[in-house]
């Protein structure tokens, strides 16, 4: 069968990077859903609730990341890491980084 899909498909866990008190940190977004994603910070910085999180997700096949930004729904810490809720604000394959 002929493969018809525009766009390539990846699979979670996928690797990011979120905008953070120290630049550009690692994540993985666990979760997708239509109304969000759920990630996991790998930062002891605490993030707070309602902050906008920008995120670069690494697509394997693709050349640039996509940026996505959200809102902070929800965060809590486990180990030495944070997960969290992010609720769509805006995708955007050709976004520029934050500073």
Partial sequence: ?????KFTRSTLPQKAKFFGAKGWEDCIITEVSRKGLGVKFYT????NEGSIIHLKVLVPTESKPVMVK???RWIKKKEEYFIGGIEWYHIDKEAKSPK
Avoid: P
């Fill in 70 to 72: 959200g809102l902070l």
């Fill in 1 to 5: 069968m002929q493969e018809r899909r």
């Fill in 44 to 47: 002891r910085e605490k993030i």
